[in-house]
């Protein structure tokens, strides 16, 4: 019986096609949630990442720079409202020290299939100290599996955030001094700031005395008795300085940065007192 040696190879070329063919790989992600982003570095749990490869295949995994305008595989951005941007990054370890990008032998991680499903972790951060918008801000990552020997595979998944309105605010105090029954003008500041875009309103109340309104305050001193003072919102102290929105309050738009306001404060004259020491005390109230 003779053989003929070149039946062979058409046997050897259906068996590796076998074998390429359960090596195929599938890979999932859910959403990357950040939150609520506030301004201070924001580091969500881990995200898992659903790898499922033929046994013993080996494999890469790279995510790409995302979509955003300008972005790279190490300052990834998300956009929101007015293409505004929100930096954010991928890491491969839970201390956030070795970036998860799209360079093989470099920044991509490497597995072995075990014919089933496998979990990695992607640990997002967004970094402190980002003066944005308020808004939805939204990314989307491929992420692409390279299987030794088998066709590569892609997915999407999407990175989210929100940023809210907020306002932060601090005062020092307003001091007259010594009253001698002459007219007194002081100032004091208020410290704002709103996030970017943020329009505010910043009102003064009537104080703690009895009978003080937002255009007559009165200090209480010893036995009760009352010294009157004004507040108001300009230099020249023509403009009162009360609580109603769109009547006598301080409007503005914040910038994402601590913004000045002055209190122009006028202890008036011709106030006969008994002598001592006189205070009253201002909730101040910034509404946006």
Same mark, same amino acid.
């Given at each position: 019986?003779r053989?003929?040696?070149?039946?062979?190879?058409?046997?050897?070329?259906?068996?590796?096609?076998?074998?390429?063919?359960?090596?195929?790989?599938?890979?999932?992600?859910p959403?990357?949630?950040?939150?609520?982003?506030?301004?201070?570095?924001?580091?969500?749990?881990?995200?898992p990442?659903?790898?499922?490869?033929?046994?013993?295949?080996?494999?890469?995994?790279?995510?790409?720079?995302?979509?955003?305008?300008?972005?790279?595989?190490?300052?990834?951005?998300?956009?929101?409202?007015?293409?505004?941007?929100?930096?954010?990054?991928?890491?491969?370890?839970?201390?956030r020290?070795?970036?998860?990008g799209?360079?093989?032998?470099?920044?991509?991680?490497?597995?072995?299939?075990?014919?089933?499903?496998?979990?990695?972790?992607?640990?997002?951060?967004?970094?402190?100290?980002?003066?944005?918008?308020?808004? !939805?801000? /939204?990314? &989307?990552? %491929?992420? =692409?599996?390279?299987?030794f @020997?088998? *066709?590569?595979?892609? $997915?999407?998944? #999407? +990175?989210?955030?929100t940023?809210?309105?907020?306002?932060?605010?601090?005062?020092?105090?307003?001091?007259?001094?010594?009253?001698t029954?002459?007219?007194?003008?002081?100032?004091?500041?208020? !410290?704002? /700031?709103? &996030?970017? %875009?943020? =329009?505010y309103?910043v009102? @003064?109340? *009537?104080?703690?005395? $009895?009978?003080? #309104? +937002?255009?007559?305050?009165?200090?209480?001193?010893?036995t009760?008795?009352?010294?009157?003072?004004?507040?108001?919102?300009?230099?020249?102290?023509?403009?009162?300085?009360?609580?109603?929105?769109?009547?006598?309050?301080?409007?503005?738009?914040?910038?994402?940065?601590?913004?000045?306001?002055?209190?122009?404060?006028?202890? #008036?004259?011709?106030?006969?007192?008994?002598?001592?020491?006189?205070?009253?005390?201002?909730?101040?109230?910034?509404?946006?």
């Amino acid at each position: 019986m003779r053989r003929w040696p070149g039946l062979v190879a058409p046997m050897l070329l259906l068996a590796c096609g076998a074998q390429a063919a359960a090596a195929a790989c599938s890979v999932s992600v859910p959403t990357v949630n950040f939150g609520t982003y506030t301004g201070t570095l924001s580091t969500p749990g881990a995200t898992p990442m659903t790898v499922t490869c033929g046994l013993l295949t080996l494999y890469t995994v790279a995510l790409d720079a995302g979509v955003g305008v300008g972005a790279t595989t190490t300052t990834r951005k998300m956009t929101g409202p007015g293409s505004a941007t929100l930096n954010y990054q991928m890491f491969q370890n839970s201390s956030r020290t070795t970036n998860w990008g799209n360079t093989a032998g470099t920044d991509t991680v490497s597995g072995t299939g075990i014919g089933s499903a496998q979990t990695l972790q992607i640990y997002p951060q967004a970094a402190a100290g980002q003066i944005v918008v308020p808004g !939805t801000y /939204t990314d &989307t990552i %491929t992420v =692409t599996v390279t299987p030794f @020997l088998s *066709a590569v595979v892609t $997915t999407t998944f #999407t +990175v989210t955030a929100t940023v809210l309105a907020t306002c932060t605010l601090s005062a020092t105090a307003l001091s007259f001094g010594i009253y001698t029954g002459l007219v007194r003008d002081v100032a004091s500041t208020l !410290t704002i /700031t709103c &996030t970017n %875009t943020t =329009t505010y309103n910043v009102g @003064l109340d *009537a104080g703690t005395a $009895t009978g003080a #309104t +937002v255009t007559t305050r009165k200090m209480t001193g010893p036995t009760s008795a009352k010294l009157n003072y004004a507040m108001y919102r300009n230099s020249t102290r023509t403009l009162n300085w009360g609580n109603t929105v769109g009547s006598d309050t301080l409007s503005s738009t914040g910038n994402g940065s601590a913004q000045l306001s002055n209190v122009f404060g006028r202890l #008036t004259g011709g106030q006969v007192v008994p002598v001592g020491a006189y205070s009253d005390t201002i909730i101040v109230t910034v509404t946006y």
